[in-house]
């Protein structure tokens, strides 16, 4: 049974019958208890049941003698009778003597008061006369209680009037309200609604959900007891605290008991409605040992506190997470003690954490990017940013994509060790096994790891010590053609729920990541465009320079010769002069018609306008022919060739005049920087492929030059060379027609060793829709030639003695002596074409480079020296260097022959010490009154007051 009361005692008389039927119809609630209504009728009126039963909510019985007194029953006591409410919970039921009603309700009421006690409730009703004044005394003298209906609304006021004057209504109510007083008090099991009580309860009226559940609380339960004897401060500031849009809650006395709002409650989640009533070390342990001190120290000082954004371990929904709030602490006082606080709780987390990860977005947006910073210095950053807020981030992987998406390298890890089970260097795509990686690079679509791998067991990283459970892998930045670039692994707080703001920031990470990366490749290609360019322009720059060397030489040897035979009268013409002049001329000329068809050829390759011409070839047969055009030049130079092309046993398809081109590319290299020992040419056959082996025992070529060696226009500075000759492009065409082919070129080299470079091409040809063939055999025999004539051009003139005068010539400048000329240049024909010449004025000793020059100036002096500047082994201004430096040549005149026809290098001959700078081609007539000019002064410098007199 509910509540204090056990059982309900009505009396009633004149107007009673309306009274009981709105009473009894409006109960809301069954109220669990019997209740007993004694009424004034007469021996005539026997439909009181009916008509008290068509209204009430209860069944209507009458009581009768020794019958039980039902609960959830309104038992009538029958007219004229007295009825007895006995202590073994039945009826007595007897006639009245001298068959009045007067008395009854007292006897109904004192019998009661016997049984029932202190958990008796009687109402007095309408009704004339004292009936119920004597038995509601009994009633109050037994503990119970009594309730009286208001004068004002009684049909007639002598029963409720008598009880109340008499004192004996505990409660004086209007009948409209008794049913609700039943509902309260006997339904509910509430406290009677005394005047102080209702007052008490107006504390929870305005509170909303909190306040309604406050108000349903038997408060006389627990710690703080009835809420009638709740402090008056208590009240109002609770008052105040339920209504209010703020989260405040009420810690009272010492045990600071916590009561809260409608907004506190939304704080605390799954904390409510536990903690409701319960002290604050009960209902929040896992701050306690924050909060103890902090409430000692208002306690002590009297004075309230305010924290801003404080980190709050909070348990929500049986997890713990992170929080920060806001507290302000207020002391409550009764008179000058403190039995209270008033907490007002904003919660910032969401403000706390908003903040914090846009700082992280502002620094991977901003962060010092440079220009010149790479991927990796951008993986750098990234990895330094995300391990300052390991609250939000307690693990991070940032992996590469290849551009096939094939396979990631891990390119930063925070919180994790490279190389761990977490964090392998390096995954496939398709056999990634530690986060879901090719379904993100695949689709571009993040995915949620919920639940790490059992390999992630013990793994504790970021603040808390809980292991993290949850992981977000995203795509990052896209390559070129569309394709994911970079994956990033974040790991979710343990304490933080996966929500919308938290997934949001990890897209955004991903996405800034991506658009960093993106920028940093950006920058790089432009760095490497930019790179490429300015190597593009020093390699034209370069390249340009030497074609004007190897055009302006043959050109100066195609029409000087011309141009002495047709100075010269017809009659003085002798046969044999113009045969040589005719032959320097043409062999020149096909020199610059062999460079021409060069660059041509490298044009039409780049631009892939040159196409395979191809055919069954006896590849060892034509391998063999094509060395043997360098047998003669090679046996010349002391060296060896080596042919080891064994037949193969089938055919190969090739185009044969792009072989050619290979194959005499290569000797021609291997002869130009091989000095002693000996040139291979060899030819294997492969499963799938014809191999071509051309090794040498030359100078070799150092590492930092081998990746630059098949690039166009490169020449390797200072290499040792039988000339300085060439446009640069003989290894790049190499490279060039075997790619035409599908094959490859390799090279290996060890300085001061020599070098070996492998050609592979595969043995089956794509043949094109449309072959072509080669329509000028011819030139291909001319080509072959050319190579040769100039291999054989390397060679002459490089011994020394052979080039000089065996007379010792005249002291210079001496009367009737010729002066003496030094000619320095290493191509035959232009050192041949300057001697004839020079020689009908001068007498000429010619040499093939520096270092021969300055051992013939060891061996004489001479009244000038006339010098080419790009030569091997020693150059011209190297030369004309070493001749300032020593003190019996410093003063012979230096006059410089060059193609290089810039003013920057005009500029450079005349500030390293040349007296004169004659850029090719030149005439015969400006030679020689150069060289007659340079011989004057330098007579004048010798005797200047010749010239004086003169």
Not at 615 to 641: I, M, N, P, Q
């Amino acid at each position: 049974m509910a509540g204090r009361y056990q059982g309900v005692v009505v009396g009633s008389s004149l107007g009673g019958i309306e009274a009981l039927q709105l009473v009894l119809g409006r109960v809301q609630r069954l109220i669990g208890v019997p209740i007993v209504v004694a009424h004034h009728i007469g021996p005539s009126v026997s439909r009181l049941e009916k008509v008290l039963g068509r209204t009430s909510r209860l069944p209507v019985r009458w009581a009768t003698d020794g019958g039980p007194v039902e609960p959830n029953v309104v038992h009538l006591c029958p007219p004229r009778s007295l009825v007895r409410w006995e202590p073994d919970g039945t009826f007595t039921v007897r006639r009245h003597e001298g068959g009045s009603s007067l008395g009854l309700v007292d006897e109904l009421f004192s019998s009661a008061a016997d049984a029932l006690g202190h958990h008796l409730l009687a109402v007095v009703l309408t009704g004339a006369g004292s009936d119920g004044t004597a038995g509601a005394r009994v009633v109050r003298d037994a503990g119970g209680t009594v309730v009286a209906e208001d004068e004002e609304t009684a049909t007639a006021s002598g029963m409720p009037g008598s009880v109340v004057r008499a004192g004996l209504a505990d409660l004086v109510l209007p009948l409209a309200e008794i049913p609700g007083m039943l509902d309260r008090v006997i339904g509910l099991g509430r406290s009677l609604p005394l005047p102080e009580l209702l007052a008490a309860e107006a504390v929870f009226a305005a509170g909303g959900e909190m306040g309604a559940l406050m108000a349903a609380t038997d408060w006389a339960r627990s710690a703080l007891g009835p809420v009638e004897r709740w402090s008056p401060v208590l009240r109002s500031t609770l008052a105040m605290a339920l209504g209010s849009d703020l989260a405040m809650c009420v810690l009272w006395g010492r045990d600071l008991v916590l009561l809260y709002n409608d907004a506190y409650r939304d704080i605390i989640g799954g904390k409510h409605p536990t903690v409701l009533g319960r002290s604050a070390a009960s209902a929040f342990p896992e701050t306690a040992h924050l909060n103890d001190p902090l409430f000692q120290r208002i306690r002590d000082t009297g004075r309230g506190l305010l924290q801003r954004d404080q980190p709050t371990p909070y348990m929500r929904d049986g997890e713990l997470e992170e929080a920060f709030f806001t507290f302000s602490y207020s002391p409550l006082y009764e008179g000058s003690e403190i039995v209270g606080l008033l907490a007002t709780v904003v919660d910032t987390t969401h403000q706390v954490q908003a903040g914090r990860r846009l700082r992280v977005l502002h620094r991977l947006a901003t962060g010092g990017l440079d220009d010149g910073d790479a991927e990796s210095a951008v993986c750098d950053r990234v990895a330094a940013v995300l391990a300052d807020d390991p609250e939000d981030v307690p693990f991070a992987l940032l992996y590469l994509v290849d551009r096939v998406g094939a396979e990631l390298h891990l390119a930063a890890a925070v919180g994790l060790e490279p190389g761990s089970v977490a964090a392998p260097r390096r995954m496939s795509v398709s056999e990634a096994t530690a986060w879901p990686i090719s379904a993100v690079v695949r689709r571009a679509e993040p995915r949620v790891v919920d639940g790490l791998p059992d390999g992630f067991r013990g793994l504790v990283c970021g603040p808390y010590p809980e292991q993290p459970t949850k992981a977000l892998v995203l795509p990052a930045g896209r390559h070129s053609d569309g394709s994911t670039a970079a994956v990033v692994v974040l790991g979710a707080s343990a304490r933080i729920p996966l929500a919308v703001a938290y997934r949001s920031f990890f897209e955004l990470v991903a996405e800034q990541v991506g658009a960093s990366l993106t920028a940093a490749r950006r920058r790089q290609e432009a760095r490497e465009r930019i790179a490429a360019l300015t190597a593009l322009d020093r390699d034209k720059t370069e390249f340009f320079a030497g074609v004007s060397h190897e055009f302006r030489t043959p050109l100066t040897l195609t029409l000087g010769p011309l141009e002495q035979l047709l100075d010269t009268p017809v009659a003085d013409l002798r046969p044999d002069e113009v045969h040589t002049a005719v032959r320097v001329a043409h062999r020149n000329a096909l020199r610059l018609l062999r460079l021409v068809n060069t660059l041509l050829e490298f044009a039409q390759l780049e631009q892939g306008r040159r196409r395979l011409r191809l055919e069954d070839v006896d590849l060892a047969a034509l391998t063999t022919d094509l060395a043997g055009v360098f047998r003669s030049a090679v046996e010349k130079a002391g060296l060896e060739l080596v042919v080891d092309c064994p037949p193969l046993p089938r055919t190969v398809t090739v185009d044969p005049e792009m072989w050619e081109r290979i194959v005499l590319n290569l000797i021609s290299n291997a002869l130009k920087h091989t000095f002693t020992g000996s040139i291979t040419v060899a030819l294997r056959p492969l499963p799938n492929h014809v191999e071509l082996e051309v090794a040498d025992t030359g100078i070799g070529i150092a590492d930092d030059q081998l990746p630059l060696l098949f690039t166009r226009f490169h020449r390797v500075r200072g290499a040792r060379a039988r000339s300085h000759e060439g446009s640069g492009l003989g290894l790049a065409l190499v490279q060039q027609l075997a790619r035409l082919h599908r094959g490859t070129v390799r090279v290996r080299s060890t300085l001061g060793v020599g070098s070996r470079f492998t050609v592979w091409l595969p043995l089956n040809q794509r043949r094109p829709a449309d072959p072509t063939t080669d329509d000028h055999p011819e030139a291909r025999n001319e080509h072959r030639r050319a190579f040769a004539e100039e291999a054989e051009l390397w060679l002459n003139g490089h011994d020394l003695p052979a080039g000089i005068q065996d007379a010792a010539p005249p002291a210079p400048g001496l009367p009737g002596r010729k002066p003496t000329v030094l000619l320095v240049d290493d191509n035959p024909d232009m050192r041949d074409y300057v001697r004839r010449l020079l020689s009908d004025r001068y007498e000429v000793t010619a040499v093939a480079d520096g270092r021969q020059a300055l051992d013939a100036l060891v061996e004489r002096g001479f009244d000038l020296v006339l010098s080419d500047v790009m030569m091997p082994e020693l150059d011209g201004l190297a030369l004309l260097a070493r001749i300032r430096t020593d003190p019996r040549h410093r003063a012979t005149p230096v006059i410089l022959l060059t193609a290089l026809a810039d003013p920057g290098s005009t500029v450079a001959g005349l500030a390293a010490g040349a007296h004169d700078y004659i850029v090719k081609p030149f005439t015969a007539r400006e030679l020689i009154a150069r060289v007659e000019a340079q011989l004057a002064l330098a007579r004048l410098r010798a005797d200047p007051g010749r010239g004086t007199s003169s």
